[in-house]
């Protein structure tokens, strides 16, 4: 499969797969891979992340698998305040208006 459309596959993937899993703490999502040996989901808070936070990322992560399989896959719940203007984000799947 060529790298663009494993992106537009991932992308779409996650975007179906958070609906009914954002919740106002959430300020973005973001993907990044290597081709498909591994793959790094990330959730951008508003606050120090709890437990819920990686239970719903490792949810949406799980589900991610079932469409595309990837040898690793690496889950991070980041807290930041900064403008995401600042942060050199790749492949966004959700932005909170802020």
Known sequence: ???SELKSLLKLSIQRLLLGEVYPSIR???FDNQGSEKLRL??????EPTDIDHQSLSNVSAEVLADIDFEEVEEVCEYTKMPFSDLRINNLVYLRKE
């Open 1 to 3: 499969m060529l790298e």
């Open 28 to 30: 973005a999502v973001s």
């Open 42 to 47: 990330v959730y951008y808070l508003d606050r």
